[in-house]
């Protein structure tokens, strides 16, 4: 006979939760709470906004009030009502429109033409060989530290004995192409075209006209369009260029025109001034917003490649 044991129910206990370690909650504490080095980040960041966007601020504040509000103490800070007021003075003053229409389409024409005709001797530079190519490189290089102030008065005399001061010609034709504009385009087709590609076009029979306007210009696309905004201001803002080669005030453009506004008001009058330069800067402000994200994606891609 065998005898039956029965062994006692095992109490089973369930496990015991485990405490967190103190480390991982300093962790989540540390990552929930913003740090120092953060915060100080953005206090800069800040004031670094502040200080670059104030004058834009204060011409807005200038243009929207009257020339009292601007001498007045403590200076005004709030934009005033007086904006159209100080405008119709601009448009009495000036022949703003006119002078604004020629800003326009010059704009165009020298962006246009600088963005060609870089893209195609950057293109060249980049994947091209001929003799002497890196030693003519070198020597356009050289033409970028030269001050601007050195070639006005010899290219004043080049216009003026071609004829064609009082004429657009001279803001056309000096910027049709700069060293900078080549410089940069030369490094976008470096970087931006394999050589294989060209190589698999030229045994597809694309001549060299078809493989830069099929392949290079494309490829260079964001190099364009970054050109295309630095040419862009630099030819709207130009003042002093213009001053010395136009004489004819049909011709003025809107730097030039804003600042015969100080003849026609006897003393400065900086509300009407301001009003017209507010005006002027718009089509630089819609641009921006317009190409933004293309503008920020290239200079982040530029400090990722370094």
């Not at 504490?29 to 960041?45: A, D, K, M, Q, Y």
């Not at 900078?180 to 030369?186: E, K, P």
């Not at 490094?187 to 075209?193: E, F, G, K, L, V």
């Not at 025109?257 to 301001?274: E, F, K, R």
Request: charge should be positive; avoid cysteine.
């Amino acid at each position: 006979m065998s005898a039956l044991t029965t062994t006692p129910p095992v109490d089973v206990q369930p496990p015991a939760p485990q405490e967190k370690k103190p480390q991982s909650v300093q962790k989540i504490r540390r990552h929930s709470r913003p740090g120092v080095g953060r915060v100080s980040t953005h206090v800069i960041l800040i004031f670094g906004v502040i200080v670059f966007a104030f004058p834009f601020y204060w011409l807005v504040v200038m243009a929207t009030s009257s020339t009292s509000d601007m001498f007045s103490f403590p200076p005004r800070l709030i934009p005033g009502d007086q904006f159209f007021a100080n405008f119709a003075k601009v448009l009495e003053g000036s022949d703003f429109w006119h002078s604004f229409f020629n800003s326009v389409w010059l704009t165009i024409v020298v962006s246009g033409t600088q963005l060609f005709l870089a893209a195609l001797a950057g293109y060249v530079f980049a994947k091209r060989k001929f003799p002497g190519r890196n030693r003519l490189f070198a020597a356009l290089l050289i033409t970028l530290v030269l001050p601007t102030g050195v070639s006005l008065v010899p290219n004043y005399e080049i216009y003026s004995q071609l004829g064609w001061l009082n004429t657009f010609w001279p803001l056309i034709i000096p910027t049709a192409v700069t060293a900078f504009g080549v410089f940069w385009m030369r490094q976008s087709a470096s970087a931006a075209i394999p050589d294989e590609v060209i190589d698999a076009a030229g045994i597809d029979g694309a001549g060299f006209f078809r493989t830069f306007w099929s392949i290079g210009l494309p490829s260079m696309r964001p190099a364009l369009v970054g050109l295309g905004i630095f040419q862009v201001m630099w030819t709207w803002n130009d003042y002093l260029w213009p001053l010395l080669v136009l004489g004819d005030p049909s011709q003025f453009t809107l730097p030039i025109a804003i600042q015969q506004l100080n003849g026609n008001y006897g003393s400065v009058d900086y509300s009407v001034v301001m009003a017209g330069t507010l005006v002027a800067t718009i089509p630089l402000i819609a641009l921006f917003l317009f190409l933004r994200r293309t503008i920020l994606e290239n200079v982040a891609g530029g400090a990722v490649k370094g």
